[in-house]
């Protein structure tokens, strides 16, 4: 893959709406469209996708290729596959840009599979050397950091949530919107979505708080997750976990912060019993600012903290919310 002027996005809908990973990825995409003056195109496959075309536009995208269908209300692969395979032929991008979301992760491989190229995932950092497109993404669970460049073309990859920035909206900016019908077989579908059950813990908000309050092993159970909850809305933040506090069914697996859970980049991450495993940390390492509590004055975690308490969090979160609580009335 020598060049990056032409590239494609797959945006990722919730309710008609864009996802905020959408606009992360037009950010990129624009950035690196602009420094050779390529295209970015974008293609949505949706139900009721009313403004969205509009809105990834308004984002940075030049063209927004739309199908607007009933079957498309959830997302199934084998659905997807054939109408976004046609859109990418039409287009013929440089690369193609997913999120790396379960949907993302689930239709990147496959898509990959029939363009008949390479698939990247988890990048979190692109950039342009010697005309070549160089992925960066994490390896060995997160310990280490590969830089791929791909032979094959169109380059595929995923890109993680919060590592981008997006472009700034702009209402009246111009591109061109292609409403396309669908060419898919409906008979060719071989799943169905029978239901669609909402996480009742708005783990969503986690991704955007400004402050997240996040607890591990040190919790030692779901009282500990109460004291967070209430740290948490002292602070007007959301509760985030690590993975043995989700796996323990301490907090719901929506809110576990890591390589194989949310990335998140608030103005303030309070990491309360939690190690530092290099799996946590990459969900958590592009806070602006990182605060530990942790009874090992050794643990890892106080390496990435710009603020370290060595103490009993069961102890230091009550005088904490009592302190905080009494600040703001
Ligand atoms: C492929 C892979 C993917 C992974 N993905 C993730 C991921 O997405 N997210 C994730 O979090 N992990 C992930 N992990 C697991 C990761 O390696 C660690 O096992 C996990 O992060 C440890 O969680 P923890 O720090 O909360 O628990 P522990 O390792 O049990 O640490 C508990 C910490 O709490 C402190 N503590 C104990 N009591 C108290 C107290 N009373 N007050 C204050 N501090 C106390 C201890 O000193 C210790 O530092 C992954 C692992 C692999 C192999």
């Given at each position: 893959?020598?060049?990056?002027?032409?590239?494609?996005?797959?945006?990722?809908?919730?309710?008609?709406?864009?996802?905020?990973?959408?606009?992360?990825?037009?950010?990129?995409?624009?950035?690196?469209?602009?420094?050779?003056?390529?295209?970015?195109?974008?293609?949505?496959?949706?139900?009721?996708?009313?403004?969205?075309?509009?809105?990834?536009?308004?984002?940075?995208?030049?063209?927004?290729?739309?199908?607007?269908?009933?079957?498309?209300?959830?997302?199934?692969?084998?659905?997807?596959?054939?109408?976004?395979?046609?859109?990418?032929?039409?287009?013929?991008?440089?690369?193609?840009?997913?999120?790396?979301?379960?949907?993302?992760?689930?239709?990147?491989?496959?898509?990959?599979?029939?363009?008949?190229?390479?698939?990247?995932?988890?990048?979190?950092?692109?950039?342009?050397?010697?005309?070549?497109?160089?992925?960066?993404?994490?390896?060995y669970g997160g310990k280490a950091e590969e830089v791929?460049s791909m032979l094959s073309s169109p380059a595929l990859?995923?890109?993680?949530?919060?590592?981008?920035?997006?472009?700034?909206?702009?209402?009246?900016?111009?591109?061109?919107?292609?409403?396309?019908?669908?060419?898919?077989?409906?008979?060719?579908?071989?799943?169905?979505?029978?239901?669609?059950?909402?996480?009742?813990?708005?783990?969503?908000?986690?991704?955007?708080?400004?402050?997240?309050?996040?607890?591990?092993?040190?919790?030692?159970?779901?009282?500990?997750?109460?004291?967070?909850?209430?740290?948490?809305?002292?602070?007007?933040?959301?509760?985030?976990?690590?993975?043995?506090?989700?796996?323990?069914?301490?907090?719901?697996?929506?809110?576990?912060?890591?390589?194989?859970?949310?990335?998140?980049?608030?103005?303030?991450?309070?990491?309360?019993?939690?190690?530092?495993?290099?799996?946590?940390?990459?969900?958590?390492?592009?806070?602006?600012?990182?605060?530990?509590?942790?009874?090992?004055?050794?643990?890892?975690?106080?390496?990435?903290?710009?603020?370290?308490?060595?103490?009993?969090?069961?102890?230091?979160?009550?005088?904490?919310?009592?302190?905080?609580?009494?600040?703001?009335?």
């Open positions: 893959m020598k060049n990056a002027s032409n590239l494609f996005v797959v945006a990722e809908v919730v309710d008609g709406h864009p996802v905020g990973l959408c606009h992360e990825m037009l950010g990129l995409a624009r950035a690196l469209a602009d420094r050779s003056g390529g295209t970015v195109h974008a293609g949505v496959l949706g139900s009721g996708l009313g403004g969205a075309g509009e809105d990834l536009i308004a984002h940075g995208a030049d063209t927004v290729r739309v199908i607007d269908a009933p079957i498309f209300a959830q997302y199934q692969a084998d659905a997807w596959l054939p109408d976004l395979h046609a859109m990418i032929g039409q287009v013929r991008p440089d690369a193609v840009m997913i999120g790396h979301t379960p949907l993302g992760a689930d239709l990147a491989p496959r898509l990959a599979f029939r363009l008949g190229t390479n698939v990247a995932t988890g990048c979190n950092h692109v950039r342009v050397e010697g005309g070549k497109l160089l992925l960066t993404r994490p390896c791929v990859f995923t890109v993680k949530p919060k590592c981008f920035q997006p472009c700034p909206k702009q209402d009246n900016r111009g591109g061109e919107l292609v409403r396309m019908d669908s060419i898919l077989d409906p008979a060719s579908v071989r799943t169905k979505v029978r239901e669609v059950r909402r996480d009742a813990s708005d783990g969503a908000r986690l991704e955007s708080a400004r402050i997240v309050v996040a607890g591990g092993g040190g919790m030692k159970g779901v009282r500990g997750f109460e004291l967070a909850g209430r740290l948490a809305d002292a602070l007007g933040g959301a509760v985030g976990a690590s993975r043995v506090a989700c796996d323990l069914g301490w907090c719901p697996p929506s809110r576990q912060v890591g390589l194989s859970g949310k990335t998140v980049a608030p103005e303030l991450y309070i990491a309360i019993g939690i190690s530092g495993a290099a799996q946590h940390v990459a969900g958590c390492a592009n806070a602006k600012t990182i605060v530990a509590i942790n009874t090992d004055p050794d643990a890892p975690i106080f390496r990435y903290s710009k603020y370290g308490i060595v103490g009993d969090c069961h102890q230091l979160m009550p005088a904490l919310i009592d302190k905080i609580e009494a600040l703001r009335k």
